[in-house]
């Protein structure tokens, strides 16, 4: 408890107070008092100027919702002591005609949801107080002016008049424009003292018609309309919406900050800013940020007018006016508390700042997000510095992020075609067809097709549509705009404030410099560059920097997990071992089946009636499997390399247009009648529960005897040519310990054949799939005859939750944000359901076979919240596609951390 | 140990003897010694005279396949030992040229396998020994005649000269087909001594010509190649084929009985017979048998010749000559012999015996088959008898067995053309299409045909084709031929001997006065009349006799478990009601969109674009709905009803074919086009896991709102019409506990509405299919919104074990038929598997909810091992079709009483 605290000992703390160089809370109270409020309590125990507030807690958001959208009677005794508190601080009073306390009330929750939930600011003031504020600032318009914009959000945020969808009228903005018209001015800085007062005249008419209440001239009841709307903002459709999208609990709820109104539009001495400890896009160590003078906070997030560089580190024309050259102190003050916060956090911080009359208030400091090249940049550093160790740089780097790093930028020496430049706000290449709304955007996208959202500016609503597109392009807001921000959490590539650009949302079109882009049309854009470009322009894979060496090295040295890669070519191979792969982890054949001639002889394999027939087609199947595997064992070079046998049902083979079918008929010198007829007797009605893995080389064992034969003659063709070679045969789809046990003495068989007749010695192993829930479930007998499991995680949660993944289009996105599901099970893996077989198939297997080693090679491999928990399964090693290889190894080094961290 | 048994203590004993009054084994070793052995060395310890003789074990079956069909070196002795105890015994020498010792080879497993496995008889003949037993006997011919018979048979069974395939020919027939031929006769019994001696010099030179050995002359070597070959016939194609249909595990091995011979055919007061205590298909306490004079044992089951019955209280004609007529002495031993064995083994025996030159010698007993009829007369009337007491009772009764009861029988006024008359082998009704081959039986039965086998005689390679048959009609064999004693077991129709047509398996027809049956005509078998009908007779649901009610009062005395039923139709739960069903385990909703007008509105519904449409179409389907569950809650009569929402997905609604998709558009008055569009739009690549279930209430909330409705106004209407009724609302395919907490809440709102509107109490509960893997998985957290589970185990089976059932026809035969599974897993519960997530299921959820009503209605429901799993795993109940709600009631009943012994 803190001290002088009038909150009785027996009650619930749910206030917490800041401000005056001390405070409750502290950083490491981020899922109490939100993110917002813990840096605000931390700022102040550090000595920073922070103006004086309190948080409540994010508990008492739960506890409201509990409660049925009620308070808890303690809460009220604990807010009266706040607002003293502030008062006490900043030597003001809430209500007072002479000198009155203004307040902003805002949302934070533990993770930042920017722009997601309402705010209400100049708080506190009414008819009398407004006068004391025109008093005290010396300035009768910005008083007015505070007041009027106060009654309009109060109207939109706390009373619900804020238009509900695009053809809705905003009764605000509706009286503005009669009052401007009438006034014979356009923009609302014209507007004079007499005009603000009819301002707020018209709009408290506008509520009393509207909902037929009295704007409420009580501060103290509009304080407690607006946290009543911050804590009813959680559950709002926008914040549920982005909730989903970013994987966050919804039952996390958000705080509430009472803070101290400062004004950075007081005047040309005061002013606002954003700014970065570093550069959130290059990672560069140079102070960064952006301001504008006389200007609120939101003006600059919101994008309405383009900021000025805060000093000339920042990219920037000489010409333009830095906070720098025209307030050197307050600069100066700014460049000491970044410095402090950045030294105390020990991490790059997004700050916020007003300064007021000359000086200068900390509103905001957070963790900054960056780009994954800066991430990576920053955390190198900061091990160079000394600020922080390896394993705290190997932690720093969110695995998903790398993401951006290792996909396709634009080739260089490709033909471009530029068109437009903006801000670089978000790294990458996109190309897409043009879309000009978000809801366009989220429906050509579910349509297949590749968007890039082209907005003036964006905004909360956009957020689905952002999520669709390729890319952004926006006309206005700088580096810290909506979009920017947006963009970057997204790791969506994003060009912001390209102004060049006339965006027609009507015409559905953008004009600049006489090209029309139309809805449609293919545009590329570089985040990196601001370059926005006609067409669809080639990419090429990206260089990666010595940081990303320097961290995966790291990684390597903490990781004790094992990552593999799925890869079905030599080419493949390749790329996923330069991406650091210690093995293949699923080589699926049935890939190598549809290449060149392979498929004739395939066929021909399907249409015989007898095993004479298909012992003669796979007769020609065997030279060519054989060569692919020389391929890959070859550029493994003795990496252990995981090949599974055919999978697929046989129909995946046969061609279903009667077109295609009659070429084949021709082809194989049949009649069209038999090929359909063969077509027919071989379709299923649920092929994923069909005749497909080991039920193909049980009933026709002639293919796995080509299939084993060809692996073991690659195997040892090369092992006699001095090449390591360690084949590992993996049987698909067994759900019985019996299947297994046919196929593998089938296959150690053919093995030892093998062997013996080109007198080489080969170590292979022979082990299953666990991707059916019965094996996972008799994962004991089944280990009895494997010597490896392989957990297939994409068939295992299609089974294990009776969704198929083809078909669950029609209800899985729905669930996703209906909440019923947490996120979609085919990218996260469900640990709760999925994850039991999984630990379930380790324990038993392992319970029979001590040594068994046990890997996952569905595409959950390469995703970091799945890594983890294969870690803490106690898996040997992970495998997913080569591009995903250095996230699996960066999840994997940060599983084993954590899981030091735990003991 | 036997007393006097020169086996070492040290030593395993592995060769158990019996006759002379005492034995080393008894009946309750049948596992160890086989039925046959245990009960040759029960009869031995009850001074029946039985042949003397030792068993070899079981064990040593599965020791020998252990040691890669070897031998441990302890069996040697062993085996000299009982060699030493029969000649002791008989008092003879085995290889004495003056006293020769014979002996029979046999099988005998745990479970009586008829003719699947080898004999080998009159074993110990050779050039010098034959010299012997002719001058014994003092029959020349007798003595050759069985030399030549063992040396063919020999050939045959341990130097494996049997033809594989009936194109091949049996040397030793064509042999005997010269030397008749050259005989100038035509039957084997037309031979004489000097022939015989002729064939067994010319089997011998066959022999030495095709294995290129000599026929050993030396008795043991002779035994221990019969000992090999009855070992090796265990795992003969056809005895594995046979325990794969009736389940017998590949694991129990045979054991092998080595016994002295005894001769019935040493004349005419020589015989040989089989009989039942009670009359096996009636049940009648009459003894019950035939004989043969001058017979081996063998000729009888054959069906070579047709035998005589051994008494006049056996249907027969007063003209017959009867044992008891013939050789009253002997019948008489027979007489009290049966009644010892009856009483004390206090059930039906099947016994076997031989007389040789007028002394009885008893060759078998065994618990007799019998009809499910003859079961429930014979357990009842021993009952009356205090042989055994009802718990006894109810577990004598085959559950399986009942089924023969609950289906329909002929309409005794339906129109039959009787064409003929044979013997009522086995009771029951069937219709089939004529087929004349074993193997043609079973591929028609493939194509979905029903068949009838039509044999002269039946042999054990036919059981396929037998299984695949509805019924069974043989020209030759009597009640207890190969073909009467098989399909009694399978349960099925069998009219035998009917020795009035003449097959001819060239034209592939049979002709009896004049009428002639072609292949493929049909024609109906009355098994417990023995009629042959021209055409398909109709049938009638069979009256249910007084001692069925009797069992089945018992069986509920002792049952602890519900039995429900799966019931969509007030008449379909009328007939389970009458069967004994204690409520609606499942009601499918989905079938009731089917009928008449309402599949319009249906179609209606799934091609609406909006929620209106929608709503208009489900608001015509409401009444009808109402209305099915007026009528079923009627007929249940206050039991509880638990109802299905609709479960498949909807394009299972819709026509996939374009004539009728053409007739829909015209009925609907829209385009093909939007029809063809739609039902595109609805198309699934795995339906099984695709959009259904719950996943339709929830992405159309109004099709759960419709029927919750439906249900809760059908109730509320019939409570205030002073009916009880109890529904058990069940929402299908849930996952994860949001989609039941969704549909939960909305069916909640739904009822409490009706409720509140018809101010009547009606007490519903809401609860769940466990049917997809990852709900047994959490049920825990299902249970805290369900109220009841209820194990859908068609498609938990299908979803553990990634099996379609559509689909599994390419491969499940085959896994049955390879052992790789016991059981066809849809039809057996897969305990191993499937029963882990049950009982997790039920373990987990009754953790959250103490009081969790657990139920099973997948089809297993009805099957009886699955039903004792059922109990073991603490259902309350199980839900099975209305034919197989006895079978439940009574499988229930054992598993109690099991439960019990186990304690």
Redesign the interface.
């Given at each position: 408890m803190a001290k002088g605290s009038k909150v009785s000992t027996k009650e619930k703390k749910y206030v917490y107070k800041f401000g005056g160089n001390k405070a409750d809370g502290k950083a490491e109270m981020k899922n109490l008092l939100g993110g917002k409020g813990a840096n605000l309590a931390e700022m102040s125990n550090l000595g920073i100027p922070v103006p004086a507030g309190f948080t409540i807690t994010t508990e008492m958001c739960t506890v409201y919702y509990k409660m049925n959208r009620n308070y808890p009677k303690e809460l009220n005794a604990q807010i009266k002591a706040g607002i003293e508190h502030i008062e006490k601080v900043m030597g003001a009073e809430f209500g007072s005609e002479d000198n009155p306390l203004l307040v902003s009330v805002r949302s934070g929750a533990r993770i930042s949801m920017p722009g997601m939930m309402d705010t209400v600011l100049n708080l506190g003031l009414n008819d009398k107080t407004v006068l004391g504020l025109a008093e005290q600032s010396g300035n009768e318009r910005f008083a007015w002016d505070a007041y009027r914009r106060f009654v309009q959000m109060y109207g939109d945020v706390v009373l619900d008049l804020k238009p509900k969808s695009k053809t809705d009228i905003d009764p605000f903005e509706e009286i503005m424009d009669e009052v401007k018209k009438e006034a014979g001015v356009k923009l609302d800085v014209e507007l004079g003292v007499d005009e603000l007062k009819e301002l707020v005249k018209r709009f408290k008419a506008a509520i009393k018609e509207r909902k037929g209440i009295d704007f409420p001239e009580d501060p103290w009841k509009q304080l407690w309309g607006a946290i009543e709307a911050v804590f009813g903002s959680w559950n709002g459709e926008r914040a549920i919406k982005y909730r989903n999208i970013n994987k966050i609990p919804h039952d996390w709820g958000t705080a509430v900050n009472v803070q101290s109104m400062v004004y950075g539009n007081m005047g040309d001495d005061s002013g606002t800013g954003v700014a970065f400890t570093r550069n959130p896009a290059t990672g560069e160590r140079k102070f960064y940020g952006e301001y504008l003078i006389n200007a609120q906070g939101e003006d600059v997030v919101a994008g309405i007018r383009t900021p000025e560089p805060v000093n000339h580190s920042t990219k920037s024309s000489p010409d333009q006016q830095t906070l720098e050259d025209i307030m050197p102190a307050a600069y100066k003050t700014l460049e000491n508390i970044y410095k402090k916060l950045e030294n105390h956090y020990r991490d790059m911080q997004d700050i916020e700042f007003t300064i007021q009359k000359g000086k200068l208030w900390m509103l905001q400091t957070r963790t900054g997000k960056r780009t994954a090249a800066a991430a990576l940049r920053i955390a190198v550093d900061m091990v160079k510095e000394k600020l922080i160790d390896e394993r705290t740089a190997v932690l720093r780097i969110s695995p998903d992020q790398l993401d951006q790093l290792l996909h396709p930028m634009f080739d260089p020496k490709a033909e471009k075609e530029v068109i437009a430049k903006g801000l670089p706000a978000s790294p990458g290449a996109a190309a897409g067809q043009a879309v000009f709304h978000a809801d366009e955007a989220e429906a050509w996208a579910a349509d297949g097709k590749k968007v890039i959202l082209i907005r003036i500016e964006t905004s909360p609503e956009d957020i689905g549509g952002m999520n669709a597109a390729q890319g952004i392009l926006t006309a206005r807001g700088g580096m810290t705009s909506h979009a920017a921000v947006v963009a970057r959490g997204m790791g969506k590539c994003c060009v912001a404030g390209c102004g060049e650009i006339n965006i027609s949302y009507k015409e559905k079109q953008f004009e600049v410099k006489g090209t029309v882009i139309k809805e449609g049309d293919w545009i590329s854009l570089d985040g990196s560059t601001g370059q926005v470009m006609k067409g669809q322009v080639a990419t090429i894979q990206p260089e990666l920097s010595g940081n990303f060496g320097t961290v995966m090295k790291w990684a390597d040295k903490y990781r004790t997990m094992g990552v593999r890669t799925n890869a079905d070519t030599p080419k493949d191979s390749q790329v996923a071992r330069d991406f650091g792969a210690e093995g293949i982890g699923l080589c699926r054949t049935e890939h190598m089946f549809f290449e060149g001639d392979r498929i004739k002889a395939v066929r021909e394999m399907i249409l015989s009636d007898d095993l004479a027939g298909r012992k003669k087609a796979l007769a020609k199947l065997l030279p060519m499997q054989k060569g692919d595997f020389v391929g890959i064992f070859k550029a493994m070079k003795g990496l252990p390399v995981t090949i599974r046998l055919l999978d697929p049902p046989l129909h995946e083979f046969v061609p279903h247009e009667e077109a295609q079918q009659k070429e084949m008929a021709d082809e194989m010198g049949v009649s069209l009648d038999k090929i359909k007829q063969k077509i027919a007797s071989l379709h299923?009605?649920?092929?994923?529960?069909?005749?497909r893995g080991c039920?193909l080389g049980?009933?026709f064992p002639e293919i796995t005897e080509m299939q084993a034969r060809a692996i073991m003659e690659a195997a040892c063709e090369l092992k006699k040519q001095g090449v390591n070679v360690k084949p590992e045969i993996m049987v698909p789809?067994v759900?019985?310990v019996?299947?297994l046990k046919?196929q593998e003495q089938l296959i150690r068989k053919v093995a030892e054949e093998t062997i013996k007749k080109t007198k080489t010695k080969v170590a292979y192993m022979v082990g299953t799939m666990i991707?059916?829930?019965?094996a996972a479930?008799?994962a004991d007998k089944i280990a009895e005859v494997a010597e490896f499991f392989s957990f297939g995680t994409n068939?295992l949660t299609?089974?294990?939750?009776?969704?198929?993944r083809?078909?669950?289009g029609?209800?899985l996105p729905?669930?996703v944000e209906?909440?019923?599901?947490k996120a979609d099970p085919f990218q996260v893996l469900?640990q709760?359901?999925?994850g039991?077989?999984v630990e379930m198939g380790v324990k038993k297997g392992r319970s029979a076979r001590k040594d068994l080693k046990c890997g996952i090679c569905g595409e959950h491999g390469g995703e970091p919240s799945s890594v983890e928990f294969c870690y803490r399964a106690g898996l040997n090693y992970v495998s997913c596609s080569p591009y995903r290889v250095p996230i699996a190894r960066l999840a994997a080094a940060q599983a084993a951390l954590k899981g030091k961290k735990q003991k």
């Open positions: 299923e009605f649920n092929p994923m529960l069909g005749h039920r049980i009933i789809l759900g019985e019996g299947e046919n991707e059916i829930p019965r479930l008799t068939d299609q089974m294990t939750m009776g969704l198929s083809d078909d669950a029609k209800f729905a669930y209906m909440g019923i599901y469900d709760t359901g999925v039991q077989l």
